[in-house]
């Protein structure tokens, strides 16, 4: 047996796995632990082997039927006694008898279904409240086993009984969840714990109910040729989690990795790991004094605002799944903390998950081009991301996706309901080849157990409209490839850039709490002088001729007119187009200045850093390369309309025309039923040759 030896208890503690000295100590045992189809591998190597599982199984057959009908029966006598309570008018005389019922048999269903029930117990939109209080019980406050086991498997797996380990630890366990239950113990060195061990047979258990999902899983993949999710793969995902979640030294090191990519919000804590007072079975962390987030009147009696908690969670589930790829998979109420202090305490690091980068960036490109309602480019976002295969007809796929999300927007990204999306998508999934990736199934686990906490404290909060802040902030600040073009799909659309939605970025941005002022002044400044930002620069230089060129007209019309008055020429005034035919219009000098605002407004605004960004773009080349293009715009729009004006000129002579205006009918022979007054006042484009 594999055990770590406990080091001199005044030793600094270690900060990773690796630090601790691992050596085979023989202890006896007195409870003879079944790791069923793992048991001839060392807890270093476990991994989710689902051939090993499937062939371990399927040599006893006699385990799966028992199991079988263990499940089937109890299920079936439940739903069988709702509906005679419905028949008979007694469903809300029977609820509270009910809800306990269904919390005993998920209990004895074991861990697998344990989970089920965690995960109804954070849906008040799905689950009446009477259920809810039941099955929320299942997050830690399950059954104990017995003290024995628990410290014989501390001895075995640390080396010595646990009162020659730790100075305290409670006679009994403060709390019991799906896998494992917890102590309260103390160090020799004075610091206060949690002590999690793990439930015996555990694995057996475990693996028998994956081989029976998964093998449920093939023969529905075989039978039911409308499913075209891969279901097996689904399985085999969420397996994997739970597996890792069975092995404590992996908790441990997710972690370790959990706290270095977010332990740095200032209102997020994560606990420390004591390396040498952990193994496979047993998990010795950090005490962490709080009150699950489901306690609402506790936490408010702490005058803490456990809304605002909630939106912290929000934007830490954010970085989790668009910034860093590791995520949190299980966040029910169990494992989120309100401390006295007004964090958020995060807790169970055993079923984590991973999301490729591409992953990462294709999901936000999909909210960018469900915020502009490119349905059709949204289709090509679910190719991306697996959702649908490259070769799959989009034709009927994307008016589909835009009744759906139509109705389910709103009138705005705020009202977004995650819930309603996921429910009107299931519909569009099911009659379309969408194939559902198993990294999805995940998310989905996630952001819906941590809306359901939201909904529990606040019914109107919006989960989606608390995260585009967010998306917000990455768009102006992320230098990434992927996200430059998306931030390019949501400012520009037929050519005209759209000043309402920087307006509307910036003011979101200004509201997710890690922005930083400095670094979208500086990122925004590399952008906009580096290769990717060209397309700006020609906005921005087009935008600016043709401005100038039509105040230098408007300028020039005035002063003609004003010597024609002056000398008795007339009193015809031309009045000056911009390059589309009509006036430049004063709305984008108006959104300029309300950006500017929304700046001013910014946490970490202040004027004096505007200097050196002034003077590097100034010093740019790509600026003066910008002045350039402009006095060159300047200059062709100048030059077209005097050899313009000199051939219209020619023209009228050589018809006998001598009008002043040398814009007279554009060229073409008058209208002979308009006078030339008429002819006159009509105006071509400042362009048109």
Same mark, same amino acid.
């Given at each position: 047996? +594999?055990?770590? %030896? ?39 190597? !476990? ?14 057959? !006699? ?28 469903? %809300? ?28 117990? +954070? ?38 009984p646990p009162l020659e380990i730790y100075q305290e630890i409670s006679p009994n366990p403060i709390a019991a969840a799906s896998l494992g ?202 190719? %991306? ?14 008016? @589909?996706? @835009? /009744? ?55 019914? /109107? ?31 520009? %659309? ?143 729009? @100048? ?51």
């Amino acid at each position: 047996m +594999t055990s770590t %030896k406990t080091p001199p208890l005044n030793q600094d503690t270690p900060d990773t796995l690796e630090e601790i000295h691992v050596q085979p100590r023989v202890i006896p045992k007195k409870h003879k632990e079944d790791l069923g189809p793992v048991s001839d591998l060392s807890p270093e190597s !476990w991994r989710y082997h689902p051939e090993k599982i499937m062939e371990y199984y399927g040599q006893r057959k !006699w385990l799966v039927f028992t199991r079988m009908v263990a499940i089937i029966f109890p299920l079936l006598s439940f739903f069988l006694a709702l509906l005679w309570d419905s028949f008979r008018g007694k469903t %809300k005389q029977n609820e509270a008898k009910r809800a306990v019922q269904l919390r005993e048999l998920l209990t004895r269903l074991g861990p697998a279904y344990i989970k089920i029930g965690q995960a109804l117990s +954070t849906r008040p939109d799905l689950v009446p409240p009477t259920y809810l209080n039941e099955l929320s019980q299942l997050q830690d406050q399950l059954p104990p086993f017995d003290n024995e086991i628990a410290y014989q498997f501390i001895e075995e797996e640390l080396g010595a009984p646990p009162l020659e380990i730790y100075q305290e630890i409670s006679p009994n366990p403060i709390a019991a969840a799906s896998l494992g239950q917890v102590y309260r113990g103390r160090l020799k060195t004075g610091e206060e714990v949690a002590i999690k061990v793990q439930r015996p047979d555990l694995v057996r258990r475990i693996t028998l109910d994956i081989y029976i999902m998964r093998s449920l899983a093939i023969w529905a993949k075989g039978y039911f040729k409308r499913i075209r999710s891969d279901l097996v793969a689904i399985v085999d995902e969420l397996a994997s989690r739970i597996f890792e979640e069975m092995n404590y030294l992996q908790e441990g090191e997710n972690a370790v990795r959990f706290k270095k990519l977010y332990g740095h919000l200032p209102e997020i804590y994560v606990p420390k790991i004591y390396w040498e007072y952990t193994g496979r079975r047993v998990l010795t962390m950090e005490w962490i004094e709080g009150i699950k987030l489901t306690k609402i009147k506790e936490i408010q009696a702490r005058g803490i605002d456990a809304t605002h908690l909630v939106e912290v969670g929000v934007q830490c589930s954010l970085q989790q799944l668009l910034e860093h790829g590791f995520f949190h998979a299980d966040p029910h109420p169990g494992n989120l903390l309100a401390m006295p202090d007004g964090k958020l305490a995060y807790l169970d690091f055993g079923m984590m998950s991973t999301i490729e980068p591409y992953q990462r960036y294709g999901l936000i490109q999909a909210i960018v081009h469900l915020v502009n309602r490119d349905f059709e480019a949204l289709a090509q976002d679910y190719v %991306k991301l697996g959702f649908l295969s490259p070769d799959t007809d989009l034709t009927p796929i994307v008016p @589909a996706l @835009a /009744n759906v999300f139509n109705n389910a927007l709103g009138a705005s990204v705020a009202e977004l309901n995650f819930k309603k999306i996921t429910d009107e998508m299931s519909a569009i999934m099911y009659e379309f080849p969408f194939r559902v990736p198993a990294y999805y199934a995940l998310i989905i686990r996630s952001l819906v157990t941590l809306e359901g906490i939201a909904i529990n404290i606040d019914p /109107n909060f919006k989960v989606l409209s608390k995260a585009y802040p967010y998306v917000a902030k990455r768009l102006l600040t992320d230098p990434a490839p992927e996200l430059r073009d998306s931030l390019r799909d949501l400012l520009f %659309k037929d050519g005209r850039f759209r000043w309402n939605r920087l307006e509307n970025l910036l003011r979101n941005a200004k509201d997710s709490p890690d922005y930083d002022f400095d670094k979208v002044i500086t990122q925004g400044l590399d952008f906009l002088l580096s290769d990717r930002g060209e397309f700006i620069r020609e906005f921005l230089a087009d935008e600016i001729v043709n401005y100038l060129d039509y105040i230098g007209q408007q300028a020039w019309s005035n002063l003609t007119h004003a010597l024609r008055q002056t000398f008795g020429f007339g009193n015809n005034h031309y009045q000056p187009v911009a390059e589309n035919g009509q006036k430049p219009s004063p709305t984008s000098w108006q959104h300029i200045s309300n950006i500017i605002q929304t700046l001013q407004q910014t946490k970490g605004y202040d004027p004096l850093k505007l200097i050196p960004v002034v003077t590097t773009i100034l010093q740019s080349k790509e600026t003066h390369k910008l002045g350039q293009r402009i006095a060159e715009g300047l200059a062709e729009k @100048a030059t077209v309309r005097l050899i313009r004006a000199l051939l219209l000129t020619n023209n009228s002579n050589n018809r006998g025309h001598h009008l002043a205006n040398p814009h007279y009918n554009n060229g073409r022979s008058p209208n002979p039923e308009k006078t030339p007054q008429q002819e006159n006042n009509k105006i071509p484009h400042p362009t048109e040759k």
